[in-house]
């Protein structure tokens, strides 16, 4: 007598289900451990190491940013560190001449970042590929030169020095505070970002990567989107930015370099960039490609 196999895999059967962050046990247990791991380290490990995941924090919302506007809106961008350049300046002009506290310079440093990304994000309305990789491309070069005119004029010639936040009256200076605030930080992007993939807002840029075209011919705002895609991401990484500002307490245009964005995003644009901008005559149900097997057929027929 054979026995009743069993079900195996995970199974579901509500959209509930399929849009939960934790969809198996294996990723709770996973993530139970990784949590734990992460409250433990200041304990554990020496300062160099704190240091270095507290930077890997900082390169963690920045690459989540990335993540938004070229891994799922396909949108080709050469401009990170220009956008991070735009948080950190703007942390230190405010900080400068402003006297500003932290909770008004991070919001800044946002808009700041919001504001660029609409205004060269809308190149992206036009331009595809290579030429968007060039239009973003300027925005680096803009806001670093515009960076080393202001610490030109007012005789900052060696950067910005910044003080350190303040709360609650202390000043932040502590390396494992520093860590615990960037790991919120860092946890609290990622959620975000999870959030906006698992709403429309990710389905249409999803959509949108795969083929505009068919995209429209759905319903969805491409415009829309792709300026939505440019904004959230502009902001995060302005976000970031100022973070990093705060966090080393020192801003020079010297930091942001423009290899600063190809580390950011090299392997982003080589496989969702670029690749995923196809000649859509290549798809076989394409109008054109249907015209040119049935002329392909006719002349193998004759």
């Known amino acids: 007598m054979s026995r009743r196999p069993r079900a195996s895999g995970y199974f579901r059967t509500d959209y509930g289900q399929d849009l939960a962050l934790i969809q198996t046990r294996l990723e709770g247990v996973a993530l139970a451990v990784l949590a734990v791991t992460l409250v433990a380290l200041p304990a554990l490990a020496s300062p160099f190491l704190i240091d270095l995941a507290t930077q890997t924090f900082l390169a963690i919302i920045g690459a989540l940013a990335l993540m938004l506007l070229t891994g799922y809106a396909g949108q080709v961008s050469l401009g990170h560190a220009g956008l991070l350049a735009a948080g950190a300046f703007t942390v230190g002009i405010l900080a400068k001449e402003l006297h500003a506290a932290f909770f008004i310079t991070l919001p800044a440093a946002a808009g700041v970042g919001a504001l660029l990304g609409v205004l060269f994000g809308l190149p992206s309305l036009r331009v595809r590929g290579l030429y968007l990789a060039v239009s973003t491309l300027a925005l680096h070069f803009v806001v670093v030169y515009v960076g080393g005119e202001y610490e030109a004029k007012r005789g900052f010639s060696t950067g910005i020095i910044i003080d350190p936040p303040r709360i609650a009256g202390a000043p932040l200076t502590d390396p494992r505070a520093w860590y615990v605030v960037l790991l919120l930080a860092a946890g609290a992007a990622l959620i975000l970002c999870a959030n906006l993939l698992r709403a429309r807002s990710g389905r249409a840029w999803a959509a949108i990567r795969a083929n505009e075209t068919v995209a429209q011919a759905l319903g969805i705002g491409v415009a829309a989107y792709k300026l939505l895609a440019f904004v959230l991401s502009s902001a995060l990484t302005a976000f970031a930015g100022a973070l990093f500002a705060y966090y080393r307490g020192f801003v020079s245009v ?14 982003h644009h080589r496989r969702h960039g670029f690749t995923a901008r196809r000649d859509p005559r290549r798809h ?9 097997r049935s002329r392909d057929r006719g002349a193998s027929g004759r």
């Not at 010297?254 to 392997?267: H, K, P, V, W």
């Not at 076989?284 to 040119?292: D, E, G, K, Y």
């Open 254 to 267: 010297e930091a942001f370099s423009l290899f600063l964005s190809i580390q950011y995003g090299n392997d």
């Open 284 to 292: 076989l149900c394409h109008p054109v490609a249907l015209r040119h």
